[in-house]
């Protein structure tokens, strides 16, 4: 059974570009979790979907949003990027939203 | 509000040594704790799921058991082997609908062969 997988792997932007992050679940999950992991900061929760509805967001910006297809894949996106952005983005797929996390290897994201 | 700490936040053990990691929470109401692992620049690998009517859960090696009044839960590495060197995270998941997973800081530790 495939795990979850992250695309791309490594992404550099510049200052004032947008980026998409994309994320395709466990065969059969139906909740897709985003996280951002920076050093300083540890892993912090971006958003949670569910089904295509967003069931709960973090404390992000505006900049950071996100969205669910029907066949479970997600992306997120990050507009007019900062370096404070530079990090490593991380999704977790669980069958339902209360089960077990499975993550994926993540995207590490450096902004210029 | 839910807040997870990690006591401590490095450990450097001797392989063979047994040792234990702790998660603190500040909320009892939880619907379940996840123990991970992670190696550098990786995402991370689930080890242990306690749901909140569970005491505790094994896994080889590893055993991780949860006391939900003291809002404590704490991860048993047995024979450690330098393969078991890492990030240790715990996440809570809070039973308040719709709250999101909260994760602890994580204990970074080294097994010395």
């Known amino acids: 059974k495939a795990g979850v997988t992250q695309t791309p792997r490594y992404l550099i932007k510049t200052r004032g570009q947008q980026v998409t992050l994309s994320c395709s679940p466990i065969s059969g999950h139906r909740s897709v979790s985003w996280y951002q992991q920076t050093p300083g900061q540890g892993l912090q929760f971006l958003f949670e979907?569910?089904?295509?509805?967003?069931?709960n967001k973090g404390n992000f910006p505006g900049r950071f949003s996100g969205r669910q297809f029907s066949n479970s894949r997600s992306e997120m996106n990050v507009s007019t990027l900062e370096l404070g952005d530079s990090a490593l983005y991380l999704c977790a797929s669980s069958r339902d939203w209360l089960d077990e996390q499975f993550f994926g290897p993540g995207t590490r994201l450096t902004v210029l | 509000k839910q807040e997870v700490t990690q006591i401590p936040a490095a450990l450097s053990v001797p392989e063979g040594e047994n040792l234990v990691l702790n998660c603190s929470f500040t909320d009892s109401a939880i619907y379940n704790l996840q123990w991970f692992r992670q190696d550098p620049g990786k995402g991370l690998t689930s080890l242990l799921l306690i749901q909140s009517s569970q005491r505790e859960q094994t896994s080889g090696r590893l055993n991780a058991s949860l006391d939900k009044s003291s809002g404590r839960s704490t991860l048993y590495i047995a024979a450690s082997q330098p393969g078991d060197s890492a990030t240790y995270l715990c996440?809570?998941?809070?039973?308040?609908?719709?709250?999101?997973?909260?994760f602890g800081p994580g204990t970074s530790l080294s097994v010395i062969p």
């Open positions: 979907y569910f089904s295509e509805t967003q069931r």
């Open positions: 996440a809570v998941r809070p039973s308040t609908s719709y709250d999101k997973v909260i």
